[in-house]
């Protein structure tokens, strides 16, 4: 079965909380970015934790080695059970993400290619391809590949095999996820959840398709 992963995305703790445990009978983990950790503080994890949810950090970890071990070690202490790690920053530097998610138990993410139109400018052209080698490599426990290019999924699923992938892209952005639940471990869907009128219908709706 393919997880359905919200992207939690809103920037008002309240509103992120009550969305948060509407949905959580139809989605078996919460994407925590950026957006809302800035906006509410790393606390917000605490908040979410009672809803027994896996919580992913979605902080695209691109540093060198020593800087990916400082945010890493952040990431898990605040109660986070994975974290998104960019790969084009090669092996020593993903690699530390990894031991650290690994050393908590946890679990680390390389971003193969991402989801939206520029990123072919330079994930195309045999990229994509090579970072999820290094995912592999550095024995992370999977990728993040686009719902926007389900061919792309196919392409990076030969190279990683049984590893996860986790797909961003479905719906705001124009993936769907008919074509591509049957292809990935997760779908990863932020707005058209959480900035629906009934976002615990439309997760609800969500959790039927998935194959
Ligand atoms: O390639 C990526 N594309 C992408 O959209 C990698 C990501 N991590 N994301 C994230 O997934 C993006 O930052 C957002 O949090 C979520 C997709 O949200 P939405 O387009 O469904 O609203």
């Known amino acids: 079965m393919t997880e359905l992963i919200l992207s939690l995305d809103v920037l008002d703790k309240t509103e992120a909380c009550a969305i ?11 994407k925590v970015g950026y ?14 934790a009672d809803l027994g949810l896996p919580l992913i950090a979605d902080f695209k ?4 080695p020593n ?21 084009f920053v090669g092996p020593d530097a993903a690699r530390t993400c990894v031991e650290v998610a690994h050393s908590h138990g946890g679990a680390a993410y390389i971003v193969a290619e991402m989801s939206h139109p ?6 195309h052209g045999g990229v994509a391809e090579r970072i999820a080698e290094l995912a592999v490599a550095v024995r992370a426990d999977g990728i993040i590949a686009p ?24 719906g705001a952005q124009g993936g769907d996820p008919d ?3 049957r292809l990935v471990d997760g779908i990863i869907v932020g707005r058209s959840i959480y900035a629906a009128e009934d976002p615990a219908a439309e997760a609800e709706r969500l959790s039927r398709i998935r194959r």
Request: positive net charge.
């Open 20 to 30: 948060a445990k509407s949905c959580a009978p139809y989605i078996d983990a919460i």
């Open 35 to 48: 957006p809302l950790v800035l906006a509410t503080g790393l606390s917000i994890v605490r908040d979410l």
């Open 61 to 64: 970890v691109a540093d060198i």
């Open 67 to 87: 800087t990916n071990r400082l945010i890493c070690e952040a990431v898990f202490s605040a109660g986070f059970d994975a974290v998104i790690a960019h790969g």
């Open 118 to 123: 520029g990123a072919t400018e330079f994930f």
């Open 147 to 170: 719902a926007t290019r389900p061919e792309r999924i196919v392409r990076l699923r030969e190279i990683i095999g049984k590893k996860t992938i986790y797909s961003p892209g479905v």
């Open 179 to 181: 074509a591509v639940a």
